[in-house]
């Protein structure tokens, strides 16, 4: 994408909290660059190193995005979507609604890092393996009472509106990461998420809404479209998915 009017800086091996602004800008059709999987992750390293020498309101941790013809960088992935809808005027028109899907957006975030405590619940510097036994317990909270907590106020907010998308007919930034957030769950707990997604058709229906767009559903069908995998936010381990 040499005429991508942005870069988006992530690790370059997972998809991790980047994956959410990569599937918001292919729905949108805005063209990106992912920088670190262009080269390596040391690259990543040295721009942040740069922009902390540069900049006091330098990104604290990727990923981050980059107006390629100003240098402006944003992070934090709240922060990124709300920018990018109201810069590509992609808001619903509406200031109050706008602000409750960023508020959305940022319960997203929450259930997010209780998915990385899953299978990290004591420190991010130790290996799993240094931490199993806590990540059962974290994970048992999480299947049984976190997910059911979290999607009963999703699916309400569903419900309200005549979708498919919680604005009506016009995705957001909050439909594009419940697809992403669904199927970050079904991979890491593909037995749990069997269990209860009948009791959330407005949230699968949002889901399968979402991977029909026609950017979305190339981008799915594209080989920058990376696999889920054991070093990222969302990890299958057996043993933390339950019966």
């Known amino acids: 994408m040499t005429d991508a ?6 690790w370059p091996s997972i998809q991790g909290r980047g994956e959410f602004a990569r599937v918001f800008m292919a729905a949108a059709g805005i063209a990106w660059r992912d920088r670190a999987r262009d080269s390596d992750a040391q690259a990543l390293v040295e721009d942040m190193e ?31 979507l709300s920018w990018l809808t109201d810069r590509h005027d992609l808001g619903t028109g509406d200031r109050g609604l706008d602000l409750h899907l960023i508020q959305m957006q940022l319960t997203i975030t929450d259930v997010v890092a209780e998915v990385h405590d899953t299978h990290h619940p004591i420190a ?21 009472e976190r997910i059911p907590k979290y999607f009963d106020h999703f699916e309400a ?21 419940i697809f992403q957030l669904i199927e970050g769950l079904r991979y890491a707990f593909p037995n749990r998420m069997k269990s209860v997604e009948s009791d959330y058709p407005h949230l699968v229906a949002v889901r399968d809404a ?12 594209s080989d920058k479209r990376l696999a889920f995998n054991e070093d990222g936010i969302f990890r299958h381990y057996e043993e933390l998915d339950g019966k």
């Open 50 to 80: 740069a922009r902390e020498k540069s900049s006091e309101f330098a990104p604290y941790a990727p990923p981050y995005l980059v107006d390629r013809e100003s240098d402006f960088a944003i992070a934090q992935v709240a922060h990124i």
């Open 210 to 221: 979402v991977a029909r767009i026609d950017g979305v559903a190339a981008y799915l069908a």
């Open 5 to 10: 009017p942005y870069d988006l800086w992530y």
């Open 124 to 144: 991010g510097s130790l290996y799993y393996d240094d931490q199993k036994d806590a990540a059962a317990q974290a994970a048992k909270s999480f299947r049984e």
């Open 157 to 177: 907010a569903y419900s309200k509106i005549d979708g498919p998308f919680v604005a009506g007919e016009r995705w957001s930034h909050v439909d594009t990461s």
